[in-house]
């Protein structure tokens, strides 16, 4: 009887416990900011605008002194991209997006560590974004230091380190290695994004999206690639 008792109050106990992280689970969930767009309509208005730059019919929407004002008062950006620092792939020009559109991450390489994911993910749960862009690029030059120093032994940096995953899946692709490496690393980096716990309920359901693309530094262009 008194072994029934325990078996039961433990059961209770388990039940309890479910609940409440059950609770505290939705809690968290309901905490993240309501979405400033849908990511579907996120990533027409970053592809849209990213044709007028191939065009070179640049609007420049968002950048008068008005939206200044607008936005100085909050901000509530309707994508976050994460891009090289490589000076010829500034997000805001390539998309012709202004100020307070493009929540912005830039670091050689386009690499995640916890600071930049911790960033990606505070636009999410603060600032309403509901789209996550890796943007690599073509002739990436972290990525060419990483290509070619993979084989030497040794300390390397951060950077570097970061990088070696994409240029050991990429190893013995057909192609170029670079170009290989260059797409392997934007795949490896959506993946390791968006993994929390509330984030990755909110991807799995469909209303946050991370993509990848490769821009292009002769045409301008963004080739999208599949997930
Ligand atoms: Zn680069």
Redesign the pocket.
């Known amino acids: 009887m008194i072994r029934k008792r325990e078996f039961l109050s433990k059961i209770l106990l388990m039940v309890a416990i479910a609940t409440v992280s059950i609770t505290i689970t939705h809690a968290v969930i309901a905490a993240v900011s309501a979405p400033t767009m849908s990511a579907d309509e996120a990533l027409k208005l970053l592809l849209d605008g990213n044709q007028r730059f191939v065009a070179g019919k640049l609007e420049h929407p968002n950048q008068t002194p008005e939206r200044r004002a607008e936005v100085a008062k909050g901000q509530h950006p309707f994508a976050s991209v994460l891009a090289?620092?490589?000076s010829r792939?500034p997000p805001e020009i390539i998309f012709d997006r202004g100020l307070g559109d493009i929540f912005t991450v830039r670091v050689?390489?386009?690499v995640a560590d916890k600071v930049v994911i911790e960033s990606l993910d505070y636009s999410v749960k603060h600032l309403g974004v509901r789209l996550m862009m890796v943007l690599?690029?073509r002739?990436?030059?972290?990525?060419i230091a990483a290509v070619a120093g993979h084989e030497e032994e040794g300390d390397v940096g951060p950077m570097l380190s970061e990088l070696r995953p994409a240029v050991e899946a990429s190893k013995g692709m057909a192609g170029d290695p670079v170009e290989n490496a260059v797409r392997e690393n934007v795949k490896l980096v959506m993946k390791n994004l968006a993994t929390s716990e509330e984030l990755s309920a909110m991807v799995k359901s469909g209303e946050l999206k991370v993509v990848g693309g490769i821009y292009d530094l002769d045409t301008g262009t963004i080739e999208m690639l599949k997930n």
Do not use: E, I, L, Q
């Not at 002739?139 to 990525?143: F, K, L, T």
């Open positions: 090289c620092s490589d792939t050689a390489g386009n690599g690029h002739r990436c030059g972290a990525v």
